[in-house]
């Protein structure tokens, strides 16, 4: 006969518990391995690419796409400009503001977020409205572009923003040189409608502007920097030059 007095409750043979013991201590939540965890894979569907396939599971997986989401941005491009101009103090309060490139404004919301009192915009895709913003569809490569831009301001912007990017075409030096192009219009634009002391932003590729360009930013404004925000991608060639100080109209011929 088994004496029950002297089988334990709760083990089995071999001296295992079966219920499993609370820890002492309450782990701390890691909010990187729980982002990790939640991965999400997207399914490969009937004619849809890979590089489609990819893009979409990047985009369900990025950190910034999903708090942008949260804080109703209108892309996770919003962080860059936050981390710029923490970086750099560029918007004022009541600053006068023009994005170039402005689809599909995000950055808009946040130069009004900041204190801007107006954003002027223009970008070949449509935009929705903004409050407080005044955007063109057009492209601003069109050689009308700039007076229409110039029409819509009414006063010397504060700062001009571009993160105007080229459609690629595949071909590297193709592709290089409409992205330099795009960045050497902006800086013409942006030397001509600046107020003494007005800031310029761009978006740049493959190791930063070039040389000439880079020049007669240094020559007509006081401080010139390339910066690679956290929220831009690791594997990503962009970065965003900051030119802050323009001198004035008076430098710009110079050479």
Known sequence: MIDKRNKRPGKMSGGKPTETRRSRKT????KDNATRMMHHKVKTARGRKISSKLWLERQLNDPYVKEARIKGYRSRAAFK??????????????ALVVD???APGGWVQIALKL?????IGIDILPVETVAGAKIIEMDFMDDEAPTRLKSMLGDQPDIVLS???????????TDHLKTVALVEAAA???MDVLKPGGHFVTKVFQGGA???LLNRLKLNFKTVRHAKPKASRAGSPEMYLVAKGFKGKTQKSRH
């Open 27 to 30: 782990p701390k939540e890691d």
């Open 81 to 94: 400009l936050l981390e710029l101009d923490e970086k750099y103090s560029l918007i004022k309060k009541n």
């Open 100 to 102: 170039l490139g402005a």
């Open 115 to 119: 204190g801007a009192r107006e954003v």
């Open 163 to 173: 993160d105007l990017a080229a459609n690629t075409t595949g071909h590297r030096n």
């Open 188 to 190: 013409e634009f942006a």
């Open 210 to 212: 070039e040389e000439t």
